[in-house]
């Protein structure tokens, strides 16, 4: 039963004989014991969490929005630059590109992090995989490191600076211009 079914059920159903005739048990205690019930939210309570969920629906549209907008500038920025990257692929697909020398196999990892930011976490667990591999490999002197971010560059800085052949920085913030 909900909460509008008992309180009708305590107020009008309960009935007793008193000197022959049935009287309602309506009392004025009945009502504020009923309100202070642990679990149940009050009146006020209830029209308060009712306007803070309407407020976290208008920021969540309006980061929407602001999202939508920011999607809309990028693919604007991007559209100049498609033509040149679909000309550099079909560049690619048809020259003939000599076979490297296979005896001394070279390897190539990214680093893809961020500027800036709280994801520190995120950073570093990236930083110690390829800390660990390029400690791993007994040909890391043939492993090349690329950072996309400024934070890998940082971290890997330190102890692997011969393995990192450049670096990227500002990815996504500005647009695509292929020079």
Not at 7 to 23: A, C, D, N, P, Y
Request: aromatic residues 4%; charged residues 25%; hydrophobic residues 35%.
């Amino acid at each position: 039963k909900d909460f509008t079914d008992q309180l009708w059920e305590l107020i009008f159903h309960q009935s007793t004989k008193m000197l022959g005739r049935s009287v309602l048990i309506v009392g004025q205690s009945c009502v504020p014991q009923l309100q202070n019930v642990r679990g149940m939210a009050t009146l006020k309570q209830i029209s308060m969490r009712l306007k803070s969920v309407k407020n976290i629906q208008k920021i969540t549209q309006s980061m929407k929005m602001v999202s939508a907008a920011k999607f809309a500038q990028a693919d604007r920025a991007l559209k100049g630059a498609r033509p040149i990257g679909q000309g550099a692929c079909t560049f690619y697909e048809k020259a003939e590109v000599p076979t490297v020398n296979e005896e001394k196999p070279n390897k190539l990892i990214i680093a893809m992090s961020s500027d800036r930011g709280l994801c520190g976490a995120c950073h570093s667990s990236i930083c110690k995989q390829i800390k660990a591999e390029l400690i791993e490999d007994p040909n890391s002197e043939n492993t090349a490191v690329v950072c996309v971010g400024d934070k890998s560059r940082a971290q890997l800085q330190t102890k692997h600076a011969k393995n990192i052949m450049f670096q990227v920085n500002e990815v996504g913030r500005k647009p695509a211009t292929y020079q």
